[in-house]
Protein backbone atom coordinates (compact mmCIF):
# COMPACT_ATOMS: atom_id res chain seq x y z
CA UNK A 1 0.00 0.00 0.00
CA UNK A 2 1.23 3.29 -0.88
CA UNK A 3 -0.05 7.04 -0.40
CA UNK A 4 0.23 9.66 -2.97
CA UNK A 5 -1.23 13.32 -2.17
CA UNK A 6 -1.38 15.67 -5.24
CA UNK A 7 -1.59 19.42 -4.67
CA UNK A 8 -3.78 22.15 -6.10
CA UNK A 9 -0.87 23.03 -8.49
CA UNK A 10 -0.86 19.20 -9.71
CA UNK A 11 -4.25 19.95 -11.13
CA UNK A 12 -5.00 23.23 -12.00
CA UNK A 13 -5.56 22.81 -15.09
CA UNK A 14 -6.94 20.24 -18.00
CA UNK A 15 -3.59 19.48 -18.95
CA UNK A 16 -2.40 18.76 -15.28
CA UNK A 17 -5.07 16.22 -14.65
CA UNK A 18 -3.64 14.24 -17.42
CA UNK A 19 -0.52 14.43 -16.06
CA UNK A 20 -1.57 12.81 -12.90
CA UNK A 21 -3.78 10.27 -14.49
CA UNK A 22 -0.11 9.19 -16.82
CA UNK A 23 1.42 9.69 -13.26
CA UNK A 24 -0.31 6.68 -12.15
CA UNK A 25 -0.41 4.18 -14.96
CA UNK A 26 3.07 5.08 -14.81
CA UNK A 27 3.49 3.76 -11.64
CA UNK A 28 0.57 0.85 -10.59
CA UNK A 29 -2.09 2.38 -9.47
CA UNK A 30 -3.50 -0.28 -7.74
CA UNK A 31 -2.84 -0.96 -4.30
CA UNK A 32 -3.11 3.06 -3.36
CA UNK A 33 -4.50 6.11 -2.18
CA UNK A 34 -4.74 9.18 -3.66
CA UNK A 35 -5.11 12.33 -1.91
CA UNK A 36 -6.50 15.52 -3.74
CA UNK A 37 -6.33 18.97 -3.01
CA UNK A 38 -8.35 21.88 -4.42
CA UNK A 39 -7.19 22.97 -8.35
CA UNK A 40 -5.00 25.86 -8.67
CA UNK A 41 -6.38 29.03 -6.42
CA UNK A 42 -9.82 27.46 -5.84
CA UNK A 43 -9.39 27.84 -2.17
CA UNK A 44 -8.52 31.36 -2.44
CA UNK A 45 -11.69 32.39 -4.53
CA UNK A 46 -13.79 30.09 -2.47
CA UNK A 47 -12.52 31.93 0.44
CA UNK A 48 -13.52 35.45 -1.32
CA UNK A 49 -17.03 33.47 -1.59
CA UNK A 50 -17.13 33.00 2.10
CA UNK A 51 -15.57 36.36 2.79
CA UNK A 52 -18.24 38.76 0.77
CA UNK A 53 -21.22 36.01 2.47
CA UNK A 54 -19.87 36.62 5.82
CA UNK A 55 -19.69 40.88 5.32
CA UNK A 56 -23.37 40.60 4.14
CA UNK A 57 -24.36 38.45 6.93
CA UNK A 58 -22.97 40.91 9.23
CA UNK A 59 -23.87 44.14 7.77
CA UNK A 60 -19.90 44.85 7.31
CA UNK A 61 -20.11 47.44 4.25
CA UNK A 62 -16.12 47.30 3.02
CA UNK A 63 -16.99 43.92 1.20
CA UNK A 64 -19.96 44.36 -1.33
CA UNK A 65 -19.15 41.51 -3.34
CA UNK A 66 -21.40 39.57 -4.36
CA UNK A 67 -20.43 35.96 -3.27
CA UNK A 68 -23.32 34.17 -5.73
CA UNK A 69 -20.86 35.62 -8.64
CA UNK A 70 -17.93 34.57 -7.28
CA UNK A 71 -19.70 31.24 -6.75
CA UNK A 72 -20.53 31.30 -10.07
CA UNK A 73 -16.74 31.98 -11.28
CA UNK A 74 -15.60 28.82 -9.24
CA UNK A 75 -18.09 26.31 -11.67
CA UNK A 76 -17.39 28.04 -14.80
CA UNK A 77 -13.98 27.56 -14.28
CA UNK A 78 -13.83 23.94 -13.55
CA UNK A 79 -16.72 23.66 -16.46
CA UNK A 80 -14.01 25.06 -18.52
CA UNK A 81 -10.72 22.04 -16.99
CA UNK A 82 -13.78 19.42 -17.70
CA UNK A 83 -14.38 20.88 -21.76
CA UNK A 84 -10.43 20.67 -22.38
CA UNK A 85 -10.33 17.29 -20.94
CA UNK A 86 -12.77 14.97 -22.78
CA UNK A 87 -12.45 15.21 -26.75
CA UNK A 88 -15.35 12.80 -26.74
CA UNK A 89 -18.56 11.62 -23.92
CA UNK A 90 -18.00 11.53 -20.66
CA UNK A 91 -18.14 15.32 -19.72
CA UNK A 92 -21.42 15.88 -19.06
CA UNK A 93 -21.50 14.04 -16.03
CA UNK A 94 -18.69 15.12 -14.90
CA UNK A 95 -20.52 18.90 -15.19
CA UNK A 96 -23.61 18.07 -13.29
CA UNK A 97 -21.24 16.29 -10.83
CA UNK A 98 -19.87 19.72 -9.62
CA UNK A 99 -22.97 21.45 -10.12
CA UNK A 100 -24.57 19.58 -7.94
CA UNK A 101 -21.36 20.30 -5.28
CA UNK A 102 -21.82 24.07 -6.72
CA UNK A 103 -25.76 23.82 -5.48
CA UNK A 104 -25.22 22.12 -2.18
CA UNK A 105 -23.04 25.16 -1.62
CA UNK A 106 -25.33 27.52 -2.45
CA UNK A 107 -28.08 25.74 -0.51
CA UNK A 108 -26.15 25.54 2.77
CA UNK A 109 -25.32 29.44 2.54
CA UNK A 110 -28.93 30.67 1.63
CA UNK A 111 -30.16 28.39 4.70
CA UNK A 112 -27.60 29.27 7.32
CA UNK A 113 -28.62 31.08 10.62
CA UNK A 114 -24.73 30.61 12.21
CA UNK A 115 -22.34 33.26 12.26
CA UNK A 116 -19.81 31.59 13.22
CA UNK A 117 -17.13 32.15 10.39
CA UNK A 118 -14.70 29.27 10.81
CA UNK A 119 -17.54 27.21 10.86
CA UNK A 120 -19.27 28.66 7.49
CA UNK A 121 -15.44 28.96 6.16
CA UNK A 122 -14.89 25.45 6.75
CA UNK A 123 -18.28 24.07 4.83
CA UNK A 124 -17.20 26.02 2.08
CA UNK A 125 -13.79 26.21 1.54
CA UNK A 126 -14.08 22.44 1.58
CA UNK A 127 -15.80 22.08 -1.38
CA UNK A 128 -12.95 23.02 -3.51
CA UNK A 129 -11.65 19.40 -2.47
CA UNK A 130 -14.48 17.53 -3.57
CA UNK A 131 -14.84 19.41 -6.99
CA UNK A 132 -11.48 18.07 -8.05
CA UNK A 133 -11.62 14.57 -6.34
CA UNK A 134 -14.64 14.33 -8.51
CA UNK A 135 -13.32 15.64 -11.73
CA UNK A 136 -9.97 13.57 -11.44
CA UNK A 137 -11.66 10.61 -10.32
CA UNK A 138 -14.49 10.63 -13.53
CA UNK A 139 -11.35 11.53 -15.69
CA UNK A 140 -9.45 8.47 -14.59
CA UNK A 141 -12.37 6.28 -15.20
CA UNK A 142 -13.06 7.49 -18.30
CA UNK A 143 -9.31 5.61 -19.34
CA UNK A 144 -9.79 2.48 -17.94
CA UNK A 145 -8.10 3.65 -14.61
CA UNK A 146 -10.27 2.16 -12.65
CA UNK A 147 -10.97 3.66 -8.92
CA UNK A 148 -13.26 4.21 -5.98
CA UNK A 149 -14.22 8.52 -5.07
CA UNK A 150 -14.30 7.98 -1.20
CA UNK A 151 -15.68 10.69 0.69
CA UNK A 152 -12.99 11.01 3.52
CA UNK A 153 -15.68 12.49 6.05
CA UNK A 154 -16.59 8.76 6.09
CA UNK A 155 -13.08 7.82 7.30
CA UNK A 156 -11.08 11.19 9.17
CA UNK A 157 -12.92 11.88 12.50
CA UNK A 158 -11.83 15.27 14.05
CA UNK A 159 -13.34 17.48 16.86
CA UNK A 160 -15.01 20.76 16.28
CA UNK A 161 -12.81 23.30 16.05
CA UNK A 162 -13.28 24.65 13.07
CA UNK A 163 -10.38 25.57 10.56
CA UNK A 164 -8.12 23.29 13.13
CA UNK A 165 -9.82 20.23 13.69
CA UNK A 166 -7.63 17.82 16.00
CA UNK A 167 -7.83 14.28 14.47
CA UNK A 168 -9.46 11.26 16.89
CA UNK A 169 -6.71 9.27 16.02
CA UNK A 170 -8.09 5.70 17.06
CA UNK A 171 -11.34 6.07 15.34
CA UNK A 172 -10.21 7.54 12.22
CA UNK A 173 -7.22 4.46 11.88
CA UNK A 174 -10.58 2.07 12.47
CA UNK A 175 -12.44 3.56 9.74
CA UNK A 176 -9.50 3.84 7.36
CA UNK A 177 -8.48 0.26 7.80
CA UNK A 178 -11.74 -1.31 7.43
CA UNK A 179 -13.14 0.87 4.27
CA UNK A 180 -9.95 0.77 2.47
CA UNK A 181 -9.29 -2.79 2.65
CA UNK A 182 -12.42 -3.33 0.44
CA UNK A 183 -12.05 -0.51 -1.74
CA UNK A 184 -8.85 -1.32 -3.16
CA UNK A 185 -10.19 -4.79 -4.10
CA UNK A 186 -11.78 -3.22 -7.30
CA UNK A 187 -8.99 -0.33 -8.26
CA UNK A 188 -7.18 2.25 -6.22
CA UNK A 189 -9.53 4.77 -4.17
CA UNK A 190 -9.26 8.68 -4.57
CA UNK A 191 -10.26 11.15 -1.40
CA UNK A 192 -10.17 14.81 -0.39
CA UNK A 193 -7.33 16.35 1.22
CA UNK A 194 -7.47 19.01 4.03
CA UNK A 195 -11.12 17.63 5.20
CA UNK A 196 -12.21 16.19 8.03
CA UNK A 197 -15.82 14.93 10.40
CA UNK A 198 -16.69 16.88 13.49
CA UNK A 199 -19.00 14.34 15.91
CA UNK A 200 -22.33 16.26 14.58
CA UNK A 201 -21.23 15.65 10.68
CA UNK A 202 -20.27 18.77 9.76
CA UNK A 203 -16.59 19.25 8.11
CA UNK A 204 -13.90 20.65 10.12
CA UNK A 205 -10.93 21.30 7.83
CA UNK A 206 -6.87 20.13 9.37
CA UNK A 207 -5.67 23.79 8.36
CA UNK A 208 -4.59 25.29 5.18
CA UNK A 209 -2.64 23.50 2.97
CA UNK A 210 -3.86 20.47 5.54
CA UNK A 211 -3.55 18.15 2.04
CA UNK A 212 0.05 16.52 3.25
CA UNK A 213 -1.43 15.76 6.44
CA UNK A 214 -4.32 13.99 5.34
CA UNK A 215 -1.96 11.65 3.32
CA UNK A 216 0.19 11.17 6.35
CA UNK A 217 -3.20 9.82 8.59
CA UNK A 218 -3.88 7.39 6.10
CA UNK A 219 -0.50 5.94 5.33
CA UNK A 220 0.18 5.96 9.50
CA UNK A 221 -3.76 4.09 9.41
CA UNK A 222 -2.43 1.47 6.69
CA UNK A 223 0.75 1.18 7.56
CA UNK A 224 1.67 2.25 4.40
CA UNK A 225 4.90 1.22 2.58
CA UNK A 226 5.73 5.30 1.74
CA UNK A 227 3.79 8.67 1.33
CA UNK A 228 4.79 10.52 -2.09
CA UNK A 229 4.12 14.21 -2.30
CA UNK A 230 3.96 15.17 -6.15
CA UNK A 231 4.79 19.47 -6.17
CA UNK A 232 5.97 21.89 -8.70
CA UNK A 233 9.42 21.10 -7.36
CA UNK A 234 12.00 18.81 -7.62
CA UNK A 235 12.14 17.95 -4.32
CA UNK A 236 12.72 19.64 -1.09
CA UNK A 237 15.34 22.80 -1.12
CA UNK A 238 17.14 24.44 1.46
CA UNK A 239 14.79 28.00 0.67
CA UNK A 240 11.52 28.59 -1.78
CA UNK A 241 13.05 29.12 -5.17
CA UNK A 242 10.49 31.68 -5.95
CA UNK A 243 12.80 33.87 -3.73
CA UNK A 244 16.30 32.47 -4.11
CA UNK A 245 17.44 31.39 -7.73
CA UNK A 246 19.89 29.59 -6.01
CA UNK A 247 18.26 26.90 -3.36
CA UNK A 248 20.03 23.79 -3.65
CA UNK A 249 18.18 20.50 -3.42
CA UNK A 250 18.44 18.03 -0.64
CA UNK A 251 17.85 14.50 -1.25
CA UNK A 252 17.41 13.41 2.10
CA UNK A 253 16.67 14.81 5.72
CA UNK A 254 15.85 12.94 8.75
CA UNK A 255 12.19 12.87 10.40
CA UNK A 256 13.49 15.58 12.96
CA UNK A 257 14.93 18.17 10.29
CA UNK A 258 11.79 17.79 8.36
CA UNK A 259 9.88 18.46 11.62
CA UNK A 260 11.57 21.25 12.46
CA UNK A 261 12.09 22.69 9.14
CA UNK A 262 8.01 22.55 8.92
CA UNK A 263 7.52 24.00 12.29
CA UNK A 264 9.37 26.75 11.45
CA UNK A 265 7.20 27.80 8.38
CA UNK A 266 8.59 25.85 5.34
CA UNK A 267 6.12 25.30 3.07
CA UNK A 268 6.86 22.02 1.17
CA UNK A 269 5.22 20.26 3.87
CA UNK A 270 2.33 21.02 6.34
CA UNK A 271 3.57 20.88 9.40
CA UNK A 272 1.68 18.13 11.05
CA UNK A 273 2.64 15.81 8.57
CA UNK A 274 5.77 14.25 9.79
CA UNK A 275 4.90 13.07 13.24
CA UNK A 276 2.60 10.03 12.33
CA UNK A 277 4.79 8.51 9.85
CA UNK A 278 7.50 8.85 11.93
CA UNK A 279 5.50 7.13 14.72
CA UNK A 280 5.30 3.95 12.03
CA UNK A 281 8.53 4.97 10.16
CA UNK A 282 7.16 5.62 6.78
CA UNK A 283 9.41 7.19 4.28
CA UNK A 284 7.97 10.49 2.67
CA UNK A 285 9.19 11.16 -0.61
CA UNK A 286 8.83 14.90 -2.75
CA UNK A 287 8.55 14.50 -5.81
CA UNK A 288 8.11 16.77 -9.37
CA UNK A 289 5.02 16.13 -11.73
CA UNK A 290 6.33 18.25 -13.71
CA UNK A 291 9.47 15.70 -14.01
CA UNK A 292 7.84 12.57 -12.67
CA UNK A 293 10.79 10.15 -13.45
CA UNK A 294 13.14 12.13 -11.70
CA UNK A 295 13.59 10.84 -8.13
CA UNK A 296 12.93 13.15 -5.31
CA UNK A 297 13.84 14.37 -1.71
CA UNK A 298 13.45 11.46 0.56
CA UNK A 299 12.71 11.72 4.63
CA UNK A 300 13.24 8.85 6.57
CA UNK A 301 15.01 7.65 9.91
CA UNK A 302 18.60 7.35 8.49
CA UNK A 303 19.11 9.67 6.43
CA UNK A 304 22.27 11.61 6.10
CA UNK A 305 22.15 15.59 6.92
CA UNK A 306 26.15 15.87 8.25
CA UNK A 307 26.44 18.52 5.46
CA UNK A 308 23.33 20.48 5.39
CA UNK A 309 22.95 23.62 3.53
CA UNK A 310 21.81 26.93 5.77
CA UNK A 311 17.80 26.13 5.61
CA UNK A 312 16.28 29.86 4.50
CA UNK A 313 12.16 30.06 6.23
CA UNK A 314 10.42 33.20 5.90
CA UNK A 315 7.16 34.09 6.78
CA UNK A 316 5.78 37.15 5.63
CA UNK A 317 2.23 39.00 7.03
CA UNK A 318 3.74 38.45 10.71
CA UNK A 319 2.01 40.32 13.89
CA UNK A 320 3.53 40.96 16.82
CA UNK A 321 1.45 41.34 20.21
CA UNK A 322 2.99 42.32 23.33
CA UNK A 323 1.79 41.77 27.10
CA UNK A 324 2.49 43.98 29.82
CA UNK A 325 0.92 43.74 33.57
CA UNK A 326 -1.64 46.45 34.23
CA UNK A 327 0.12 47.13 37.62
CA UNK A 328 3.49 47.34 36.27
CA UNK A 329 4.57 44.13 38.53
CA UNK A 330 7.14 41.47 36.81
CA UNK A 331 5.48 39.03 34.41
CA UNK A 332 5.68 36.03 35.83
CA UNK A 333 4.15 32.01 35.68
CA UNK A 334 1.00 33.21 36.49
CA UNK A 335 0.24 35.90 33.49
CA UNK A 336 2.11 33.65 31.20
CA UNK A 337 -0.42 30.56 32.05
CA UNK A 338 -3.09 32.73 31.03
CA UNK A 339 -1.83 34.10 27.65
CA UNK A 340 -0.59 30.52 26.67
CA UNK A 341 -4.39 28.98 27.57
CA UNK A 342 -5.92 31.76 25.37
CA UNK A 343 -4.26 31.24 22.53
CA UNK A 344 -4.43 27.46 22.96
CA UNK A 345 -8.72 28.14 23.24
CA UNK A 346 -8.38 30.32 20.07
CA UNK A 347 -6.08 27.67 18.31
CA UNK A 348 -3.61 30.37 17.14
CA UNK A 349 0.10 28.51 16.54
CA UNK A 350 2.72 30.98 18.17
CA UNK A 351 5.87 31.66 15.62
CA UNK A 352 7.90 33.00 18.33
CA UNK A 353 7.89 34.53 21.89
CA UNK A 354 10.59 36.39 24.26
CA UNK A 355 10.37 37.13 27.80
CA UNK A 356 11.69 40.19 29.74
CA UNK A 357 11.16 41.66 33.18
CA UNK A 358 7.60 43.11 32.58
CA UNK A 359 6.78 42.38 28.89
CA UNK A 360 5.83 38.88 27.28
CA UNK A 361 5.75 39.39 23.30
CA UNK A 362 4.53 36.61 20.82
CA UNK A 363 5.02 36.37 16.99
CA UNK A 364 1.48 35.01 15.19
CA UNK A 365 0.50 34.62 11.56
CA UNK A 366 -2.20 37.46 10.80
CA UNK A 367 -5.36 35.69 11.54
CA UNK A 368 -7.55 38.76 11.53
CA UNK A 369 -10.54 37.11 13.96
CA UNK A 370 -8.20 34.48 15.94
CA UNK A 371 -6.18 37.67 16.99
CA UNK A 372 -8.89 40.02 17.86
CA UNK A 373 -10.77 37.56 19.85
CA UNK A 374 -7.29 37.14 22.11
CA UNK A 375 -7.25 40.65 22.97
CA UNK A 376 -10.38 40.94 23.31
CA UNK A 377 -9.95 37.92 26.31
CA UNK A 378 -6.64 39.52 27.50
CA UNK A 379 -7.27 42.98 27.36
CA UNK A 380 -8.65 43.68 31.24
CA UNK A 381 -5.76 41.49 32.14
CA UNK A 382 -2.96 43.27 30.18
CA UNK A 383 -1.85 46.21 28.72
CA UNK A 384 -1.67 44.68 24.89
CA UNK A 385 0.40 46.33 22.19
CA UNK A 386 0.56 45.22 18.34
CA UNK A 387 2.44 45.38 15.34
CA UNK A 388 1.36 44.39 11.67
CA UNK A 389 3.48 43.76 8.38
CA UNK A 390 5.99 42.32 9.90
CA UNK A 391 8.82 39.39 8.14
CA UNK A 392 9.64 36.60 10.18
CA UNK A 393 13.38 35.17 9.25
CA UNK A 394 14.69 31.35 10.14
CA UNK A 395 17.77 30.06 9.42
CA UNK A 396 18.92 26.61 10.34
CA UNK A 397 22.68 25.70 9.90
CA UNK A 398 23.37 29.03 10.26
CA UNK A 399 27.03 30.85 9.37
CA UNK A 400 27.91 34.57 9.79
CA UNK A 401 27.59 35.48 5.60
CA UNK A 402 24.32 34.60 5.38
CA UNK A 403 23.44 36.00 8.70
CA UNK A 404 24.68 39.05 7.57
CA UNK A 405 23.20 38.68 3.61
CA UNK A 406 20.02 38.61 4.36
CA UNK A 407 19.58 40.56 7.47
CA UNK A 408 21.88 43.59 7.03
CA UNK A 409 20.24 47.35 7.00
CA UNK A 410 16.98 45.73 8.08
CA UNK A 411 14.95 47.61 11.08
CA UNK A 412 14.97 44.24 13.27
CA UNK A 413 12.40 44.10 16.23
CA UNK A 414 13.20 40.95 18.03
CA UNK A 415 16.61 38.35 17.51
CA UNK A 416 16.53 34.93 18.90
CA UNK A 417 20.13 32.45 18.34
CA UNK A 418 20.61 28.59 19.48
CA UNK A 419 23.17 26.62 17.93
CA UNK A 420 21.21 25.43 15.28
CA UNK A 421 18.66 28.15 14.39
CA UNK A 422 18.38 32.03 14.13
CA UNK A 423 15.41 33.68 13.92
CA UNK A 424 14.85 37.70 13.30
CA UNK A 425 11.50 39.26 13.42
CA UNK A 426 11.96 42.28 11.01
CA UNK A 427 9.52 44.92 9.31
CA UNK A 428 8.78 44.43 6.13
Same mark, same amino acid.
Request: glycine letters at 6%; hydrophobic letters at 40%.
Given at each position: ?162 ? +? !? =? ?5 ? @? ?5 ? *? /? #? &? ?49 ? +? !? =? ?5 ? @? ?5 ? *? /? #? &? ?175
Amino acid at each position: MQVYKFGGASVKDAEAVKNVAAILQQNNFNEKVVVISAMGKTTNALEEVVNQYYAKLVGDNTNNGDWQQTMDGVFEKHVTIINNLYSNGGKQKAIDDVRLIIEAARKFLNENKSRNYNYIYDQIVSIGEYISTTIVSDYANSLGLKNTLLDVKQVLFTDNAYT +E !G =IVDFKKT @EEAIQTK *I /S #E &LVKTGFVITQGFVGSTPEGFVATLGREGSDYTASIFAYSLNAERVTVWKDV +E !G =IMNADPK @EFPDAQF *I /S #E &LTFHEAIEMTYYGASVIHPKTIKPIQNKNIPLEVRSFVNSAKRGSVISANANTNFLPPIIIWKRGQVLLSFSAKDFSFIAEEHLSKVFATFAENRLHINLMQNAAISFSITVDFKKEKIENIIEQLTNDFSITRNDNLSLLTIRHYNPGIIDKLTKDKDILLRQISRTTLQVLMRE
